[in-house]
C-alpha cells in the first residue's frame, strides 16, 4: 500500500494482492444494483429495453454502462484500488478524478480491463448474467 496526496485529498492505493474482499463486493453490488434498477418488472429482453426507453435516465445510465466501458472501468479499479465507495469518487473534483486514474493505471500495470478481469470482473459479463438471470426468473 502506498500513500499519495492529489491536490487536497489524500489517497491510499492498495497493489492487486492488498484489495479487500469488501472492495470487490462494493463492486459487485455497484453493478448488479445499477443493472437491476434497468430491468425492475421485465420479464424478457425486449421488455427490459421498453421499461427502459420509459425512464431516461435508466437508459441513458444502460448506454454509459456499454459504451463507455472503460471509463466504467477506470471508476471500478479507482473504487477497488483505493477502498472507496462510488459516491465518495463521485463527489471529487474532476481534476483529482484524472490523477486517480493515471494512478490506478499505475497499480494496475497500464491494463485496467486486464487487471479487473483478473479479479473476475467484466462490465460486458455482468450486463449479459443479469439479462440471462432475470429472463430465467420470469419463466418460472
Known sequence: MRTKKIGNYEFKFY?????????????????????????KGAGKEEEIFERMFENADKLAEY????????????????????????????DLPISVIEALKEEVKTEAGGDIAG????????ISSYLETMFTEEKGKKKM
Open 15 to 39: 497493489s492487486r494482492d492488498e484489495i479487500t474482499y469488501g472492495a470487490m463486493q462494493r463492486v459487485k453490488r455497484f453493478l448488479m444494483t445499477r443493472v437491476l434498477a434497468m430491468m
Open 63 to 90: 448506454i454509459q454502462l456499454v459504451q463507455e466501458e472503460e471509463e466504467t472501468n477506470d471508476i471500478i479499479a479507482i473504487m477497488l484500488v483505493t477502498n472507496k465507495d462510488y459516491d465518495e469518487i463521485a
Open 115 to 122: 487487471f479487473l478481469n483478473g479479479l473476475g470482473i467484466s
